[in-house]
């Protein structure tokens, strides 16, 4: 039987099945791909002390701060601080060269009375987006052209959608919005890193879609207000 277990998850009172990672964690990993384990999900946080028994599963991990990709066949993996380790199976770890560690403070600063926002670096040009609940409508509108153009939209059901609209303009700046089954909308905004070619693994590529306030109107009107 395959176990998936964490004290400090239980002791949140929850199981690992949780909604996925709205927010980039400090430590733990997060799940790019699992095959065969059917307690993890993908775009999935695993704390410090979770343990994973994959059996002849197939897991696929990257560490948060996105410079380490981890690729587990069989086996109990357990999950560390710093790494992870399996007994019983195999494991390849692939490090990111010269990989600047992800931080959860974002770059390009739009603000006005009240508010203040900053946009999400995506590493790669293909970013996740990541929301609360399970099937939402989601939509990616180009904020630095007036007036602002949607690229895409699509429809999530899992709490998290990929991207596979047009290539992304690297540097230019674009808001992610997301409206769930009952109506709540959360926005995000978000940029393709231009010194990035592509860093794949799930942790530089996640936009928490969280910010009950970022709006299209709104954001147009924060952008015109710091015109100069």
Avoid: K
Avoid at 4 to 23: I, K, N, T
Avoid at 83 to 106: F, H, K
Avoid at 128 to 152: E, I, L, N, R, Y
Avoid at 154 to 180: D, K, M, Q, S
Wanted: glycine fraction near 10%; aromatic fraction near 4%; charged fraction near 20%.
């Amino acid at each position: 039987m395959t176990l998936v277990s964490s004290a400090a998850v239980e002791a949140q009172g929850r199981g690992v099945r949780a909604s996925p990672v709205l927010d980039l964690p400090t430590v733990g990993v997060l799940v790019d791909l699992a095959s065969g384990v059917p307690e993890v999900q993908a775009v999935q946080h695993l704390p410090p002390g979770t343990e994973v028994v994959l059996g002849r599963g197939h897991l696929v991990l990257s560490s948060v701060d996105g410079c380490r990709r981890y690729t587990l066949d069989g086996g109990r993996a357990t999950v560390g601080p710093d790494r992870v380790e399996v007994s019983g199976g195999r494991l390849r770890v692939d490090e990111q060269p010269n990989c600047q560690p992800i931080r959860p403070q974002a770059h390009g600063d739009a603000a006005f009375p009240g508010a203040v926002w900053r946009d999400r670096v995506v590493r790669g040009p293909v970013p996740v987006f990541s929301w609360a609940g399970a099937g939402a409508s989601v939509s990616v509108t180009a904020v630095d052209v007036m007036p602002p153009q949607v690229v895409w939209q699509a429809r999530g059901v899992a709490g998290w959608l990929a991207y596979a609209g047009p290539p992304l303009i690297r540097g230019a700046r674009y808001l992610v919005e997301a409206t769930t089954t009952d109506g709540r909308v959360t926005g995000a905004l978000f940029l393709i890193d231009p010194d990035q070619d592509r860093l794949p693994v799930l942790a530089a590529r996640l936009v928490p879609v969280t910010d009950s306030r970022l709006r299209l109107a709104t954001v147009v009107a924060a952008t015109q207000a710091l015109a100069p």
